[in-house]
């Protein structure tokens, strides 16, 4: 069976570190696509990007480029997303999800659960 | 980037009704790379349609998805009780993949 799981839900400070996981299991990890997708406090889905964890190939949307990092650790089946320096307006669920083929060009059928991420002074 | 604008924003239906949603494009998405997901309240978005009109895994044949080009439909033959939620739509022909604003389908 196929899961993605993610860590625990954050709170942090403006300002702040964070690097949030998602584990993917029940299938070969290197060969598709993850993406990360945010939703804001009663707000809509937004795509923030993808990656490729067999090269750790990365595309950002313009919205979210310079603003987040995305990366994985093969070795243990893991993809990231981490902010340098978090704001308030970062305060949102972060959802992970695998394409639903190998290709670049894929909807997303396998989500993990979401992190609440709360920034908050 | 393509925008894409879903609507009715508000959908009020009785279970047993069919339900049309739209989804257009404010450009045409290559390949009728576009996708339909059902949100719930708590819970990650599930996939409905991808290619325009292909169900997903598990999904019943009361969801059918139709259209190309700028313009996208998903039906719902026969609402379910569990029907009720919100449905987004989106393009993945062209990055950034993105979404509908949503459209809410409530029971009236």
């Known amino acids: 069976e196929v899961q993605l799981v993610q860590s625990g839900a954050e709170v942090k400070k403006p300002g702040e570190y964070l690097k949030i996981s998602c584990k993917g299991s029940?299938?070969?990890?290197?060969?598709?696509?993850i993406g990360w997708v945010r939703q804001m406090p009663g707000k809509g889905l937004e795509w923030m990007g993808m990656?490729?964890?067999?090269?750790?190939?990365?595309r950002y949307s313009p919205s979210f480029q310079g603003q987040v990092t995305m990366s994985v650790d093969k070795s243990i089946n893991t993809a990231y997303l981490q902010w340098s320096s978090l704001k308030a307006s970062d305060t949102a669920m972060y959802f992970c999800?695998?394409?639903?083929?190998?290709?670049?060009?894929?909807?997303?059928?396998?989500w993990g659960q979401g992190t609440q991420v709360t920034v908050s002074s | 980037e393509i925008v894409l604008t879903q609507s009715p924003g508000t959908l009020s239906l009785s279970p047993g009704e069919g339900a049309t949603l739209s989804c257009r494009a404010s450009q045409s998405v290559n390949n009728r790379f576009l996708a339909w997901y059902q949100q719930k309240p708590g819970q990650a978005p599930r996939l409905l349609i991808h290619?325009?009109?292909s169900r997903a895994t598990g999904i019943p044949d009361t969801f059918s998805g139709s259209g190309s080009g700028t313009d996208f439909t998903l039906t719902i033959s026969r609402l379910e009780p569990e029907d009720f939620a919100v449905y987004y739509c989106?393009?993945?022909?062209?990055?950034?993949?993105?979404f509908g604003q949503g459209t809410k389908l409530e029971i009236k």
């Open positions: 990656i490729y964890p067999g090269d750790s190939d990365a």
């Open positions: 999800a695998r394409h639903v083929d190998t290709s670049w060009y894929a909807a997303l059928n396998h």
């Open positions: 029940g299938y070969s990890f290197t060969t598709y696509w």
């Open positions: 989106q393009q993945y022909g062209s990055s950034p993949y993105t």
């Open positions: 290619g325009a009109s």
